[in-house]
């Protein structure tokens, strides 16, 4: 994988939606008082749960079959994807609305789905607009910050049938047009979790478009996928990690709507899902959660690290890989599929810490990068290339006679410049710095 | 008790809300929800499904009126959870303005799925 620059047009779009995000969010921790106390605080009670994730999910599981929900516990990506496939195929669906779920980009969900007959469709506008174009996310709160009114236009066009002009405003409204019948037509809606309460069996779920209500109302069965270390022990708690994610986040002090759902519909109640299934999954996570890189689970995905990191900004989301991106994704993306697998995401930082600065639950991004780095080494993951030339190098400069054969020669025709096979290619996107004419030992 | 309501009227405002005092408006078409709670740091408004209270009611129609009883407001999210305690409905919703969206390049549009016009009533006791 190679990080390249975005074009410009990109570039404008990820600078302009980063930095609104960010103003947002630099006014809301102002407002918001003691800050630094409520990260604290956050950061106490994630690691809470990841220190422990076993019993809290325990209590969790036991809550949510007292309210009438089902627990489905999966270990891997494929397991989650087929008992949705099963809950779908049980209830005799043939379509299913989608609120946003991150959890279900990385499980890759849809896919799986469709192979059993079930239409899918995205209902957050940025999804939707992604799932019509046949793309993925390039930012995990604002996932369609790279497309243009323009774009958007057309995608949402060739669903009507007719042109539609290139508006926010009327474009929202088709999109709500069209959005509406899948609705109130869907079998199931499927959701992602933002939280879920161990006291209480509550599913957290935040929306500023109303999507994540529509779809746990009007389906008559609700999927809910948590991620197995989203829990929080209390409601005390929720209200901690609430207060953060929106600020983090939008800069909002709340979400628009922050929705508890506890269990399926109750007697008497005229809507909502008859069944609920809350799909939990591992895949991966107890594994970090019991290693070296634990504090990575504490993450509640703001996106708040996404638009500080200058990295990010420069390369966009679509250079980490189809679904996590920014700081948390060059952390969690290893971790999750394999540090072998992707060696290049731990060097996309220039570890300025930024990332750790913003994170609201003080997960130490930089330094997992950097603990990640080590390991690529020591494990002997990193290239044969590379240890070769950095050994090389090693070899040279720890040695006085040797050290200044080599200072003397590099001052000879900019060997940089020169360099053959991959090192062309590397010199060739580099303004290389003019080297002094004599050397600073020689200067006596 | 007067704090809450001026902090809750303002921070409604903010988020959105146009702020009623004591009469209820007149809209063909809005859905009406009573309030279980009403939550002044954040000027949200909290519905609870019920018998009484579809969930889609405030999300269906394009204009939504919640009525709010003055002595039903909270301090903060801390004091709503304490206030709901043990007793959670089948879906707790805290709802805090208009339905928005940014999701098409970073214009903020509201109504996307949800009502685009929002009203809370605050009832005296």
Known sequence: MSFRVLDERRLAATDAATLRLLAGRTGAWAA?????ALRERAHEIRMGVVDDIESHLDRFVAAVEAAGGRVHRCASAADARAAVARICVDAGARLAAKSKSMLSEEIGLNAALEAVGVDVVETDLGEYILQLAGEHPVHIITPAIEKTVEDVASLLSAVDGVPLEPRAEALAQAARRQLRQVFERADVGITGANFAVCESGSICLVTNEGNGGLVTSLPRVHVALLGMERLVP???DLAVLLQLLARSGTGQ????????ITGPRRAGEVDGPEELHVVVVDNGRSRIGSGPYREMLACIRCGACLNVCPVYRKAGGGAYGP?????????LVPLLQGLERERALPHASSLCGACTAACPVKIPLHELLLELRRDLVEHGVASRGERIAFGLWSLLWSRPFLYRVSTSL???????????GPGRAWAAGRELPELAGRRFRDRR | MSDLVETFAQNAAAAGFVVHRGVAPAIAGAGVSRALYGVASTGSVVLGASPDEPRSRHLLPEVHVALL???????DLAALFRAVGGALPSALAIVTGPSRS?????RLVVGVHGPREVHVVLEPR
């Not at chain 1, 918001?32 to 630094?36: I, L, N, R, S």
């Not at chain 1, 590099?410 to 053959?420: D, F, H, N, S, W």
């Not at chain 2, 009883?69 to 301090?75: G, H, I, M, S, Y």
Request: charged share 25%; aromatic share 4%; hydrophobic share 40%.
């Open chain 1, 253 to 260: 002090t709340l979400t628009t709507y922050t929705r508890l």
């Open chain 1, 32 to 36: 918001a008082g003691d800050a630094e």
């Open chain 1, 323 to 331: 679904v996590y991106s920014g700081p948390m994704g060059a952390v």
């Open chain 2, 69 to 75: 009883r003055e002595d039903a407001l909270v301090a």
């Open chain 1, 410 to 420: 590099a001052r000879r025709g900019r060997p940089l410049g020169a360099l053959a």
């Open chain 1, 234 to 236: 209390t409601l005390d």
């Open chain 2, 102 to 106: 940014a999701d098409i390049e970073q």
